[in-house]
């Protein structure tokens, strides 16, 4: 039960996008077609469960032991970047047509701080195995969410002519993404 | 090649500025500008740890291989966001609780492994100094700024200083997330036109605007994935 309340949370109330700001770069960058945007989000998805697994093994059963809990961020970070050459080899090997489709986007995922975030919010909420996948996997399907919401709303509005010179582009994505982010303010009575 | 150390601060500050001219490291520049000081604590730190790598990257880069030189610049700039983490723990313990867990992700910072790429790799030690100040500053005033805009509006202060009138309701909704969304596009807009006003003035074609994380060190394969991708 814990954990669907973990879930719910991670995905409307703590939406990684518009209320944890982490992931912002491909949330504006990618976002211009729905296509690409829901291959971002699956990419993410599919990284950040991944990554949540392999830092929640490394922090308990190596950093703890050895007391290096200090030296997390740079363990997270090479773990994150071995992780996401490997999966970029592994899919180019089993799963050309996934690889097709997902490969494109998996070295953007690095530098992308969801996934490092999500790593380090499981460390400090101090959650178990299970707990850092469905927190990790809540919160990337909220990605997908925000991201594919935002695509729809931009092949809408980019090319209207309406929108002042300047505002074009960004700084309108950026007000968009406000007032989507006030929109899932409404969820936060969802879970006490 | 010599450069003038004015210029290439200056190129950091407004030419190049991180935030809103490049729309780079938004992420901490969304989520920590909830007041001028906060947001000037994290510039001030971000700008420590570029100005570090910078002068650090630019003085190895003879030795470090092309292949791998985006995982040594990540365990370096790691190597700094610990001891910045370490220096702001034991002295700004109160930063530390607001800036929370966007200090450790300075490492994924796309301003800092953007100048790494883009400057330090290419360019002298003394040059990469002075683009890592430039860049921190710019950062760093782009943040301030944000900072006590959301501030004023939300909270009637400006460095817990109160500016408005007793009767001045605040807005909560400026330092809430939505607000800093808003308050940051209003801010690249205003940038704009001022830049395309100068730009009229000068009689210089008019500046053309990143479209997304353009600057960032990964553009080369995010621009193949905007243009290629999807199914």
Redesign the interface.
């Given at each position: 039960m814990e954990l669907l309340w973990i879930f719910l949370g991670s995905i409307f109330v703590n939406n990684i996008i518009?209320?944890?700001?982490?992931?912002?770069?491909?949330f504006?960058?990618?976002s211009?077609?729905?296509?690409?945007?829901?291959?971002?989000g699956v990419a993410v998805i599919f990284v950040l469960v991944l990554a949540s697994i392999m830092t929640w093994l490394a922090y308990n059963f190596v950093l703890v032991p050895l007391d290096l809990r200090?030296?997390?961020?740079?363990a997270f970070?090479?773990i994150i970047?071995a992780l996401v050459q490997f999966v970029e080899l592994a899919l180019k090997k089993i799963n050309p047509a996934l690889y097709k489709?997902l490969g494109?986007?998996l070295?953007?995922i690095?530098?992308?701080?969801a996934v490092?975030?999500v790593a380090?919010?499981n460390m400090?909420e101090g959650y178990g195995l299970a707990a850092s996948v469905v927190n990790a996997f809540g919160s990337s399907a909220g990605f997908l969410l925000a991201i594919i919401l935002m695509a729809g709303i931009r092949e809408r509005i980019d090319d209207n002519a309406d929108i002042?010179?300047?505002?074009r582009?960004?700084?309108?994505?950026?007000?968009t993404?406000?007032?989507m982010?006030?929109a899932f303010?409404g969820f936060a009575g969802l879970i006490k | 090649m010599k450069m003038n150390p004015l210029k290439v601060i200056k190129n950091g500050v407004i030419t190049e500025n991180p935030i809103l001219v490049q729309?780079?490291g938004?992420?901490?520049a969304?989520?920590t500008s909830t007041s001028a000081v906060n947001g000037m604590g994290m510039g001030i730190a971000a700008a420590a740890v570029l100005v570090g790598s910078n002068v650090v990257i630019s003085a190895i880069r003879k030795f470090v291989p092309d292949e791998i030189r985006?995982?040594i610049f990540?365990?370096l700039i790691?190597?700094f966001?610990?001891v910045t983490?370490?220096l702001i723990s034991g002295f700004f313990p109160e930063l530390d609780k607001s800036l929370g867990?966007f200090i450790?992700?300075i490492?994924?910072?796309?301003v800092i492994?953007a100048r790494a790429e883009a400057f330090a790799f290419k360019n002298g030690a003394l040059d990469s100094l002075f683009d890592g100040i430039g860049t921190g500053l710019g950062f760093t005033i782009a943040l301030t700024a944000l900072g006590a805009a959301r501030e004023l509006l939300g909270n009637g202060t400006i460095f817990d200083i109160k500016l408005t009138p007793a009767g001045f309701q605040p807005g909560l909704?400026a330092i809430?997330?939505?607000?800093?969304?808003?308050a940051?596009?209003?801010f690249?807009?205003?940038f704009?036109?001022y830049q395309?006003r100068k730009a009229a003035r000068q009689g210089k074609p008019e500046p053309v605007?990143?479209?997304?994380?353009?600057g960032?060190?990964?553009s080369g394969?995010?621009g193949?994935?905007?243009k290629?991708?999807?199914?």
């Open positions: 518009l209320s944890l700001f982490l992931g912002n770069c491909p504006l960058g990618v211009t077609k729905s296509g690409t945007a829901k291959g971002m200090y030296l997390y961020t740079l970070i090479l970047a489709s494109i986007f070295p953007l690095t530098t992308n701080c490092l975030g380090v919010i400090n002042p010179k300047c505002l582009g960004l700084p309108i994505a950026l007000v993404a406000g007032l982010s006030i303010m | 729309c780079i938004l992420c901490p969304l989520a985006i995982p990540i365990v790691a190597g966001v610990t983490q370490f867990i450790p992700l490492v994924v910072n796309c492994l909704l809430l997330p939505p607000g800093g969304f808003i940051l596009g209003i690249m807009g205003a704009r036109k395309e605007h990143a479209a997304g994380c353009a960032c060190a990964m394969q995010c193949a994935a905007a290629g991708g999807g199914n």
